[in-house]
């Protein structure tokens, strides 16, 4: 039997594991970054208000002119089949929960997730 020989260029397995953990932490670091900046975007919107405080990668936000227009932002935002939102209650208000932690989402998926809120 002759040995495998090992390519020059290989990487041992330890080396691929510690950079794929990098890679994660990494990107954990660039959602948790995405949360302030969507957050500002519906603060400074007088139409909104954010009804929530938001840790980790989730803003919780509604229509300053109530719930039915709110679920309805929602029910047209999902209607596009270009983002998917859900909805929760606080303090019994309807608001919809825009969560930005997942590893593919990038700052471009959620300035234009922003953008078709903001204009529907």
């Given at each position: ?117 903001r204009t529907e």
């Amino acid at each position: 039997m002759v040995p495998e020989r090992e390519h020059p260029d290989a990487v041992s397995d330890s080396s691929a594991s510690e950079a794929h953990s990098l890679g994660v932490l990494r990107g954990a670091a660039e959602q948790v970054a995405m949360d302030p900046r969507f957050r500002e975007c519906v603060e400074v919107d007088s139409r909104f208000e954010v009804l929530a405080p938001t840790p980790l990668s989730r803003v919780c936000f509604a229509l300053r002119a109530g719930d039915e227009q709110t679920e309805a932002l929602l029910e047209r935002a999902n209607d596009t089949g270009r983002i998917f939102i859900t909805h929760t209650r606080i303090r019994g208000r309807y608001a919809i929960r825009l969560a930005i932690g997942q590893t593919m989402v990038s700052e471009q998926h959620v300035l234009e997730a922003w953008e078709l809120l903001r204009t529907e």
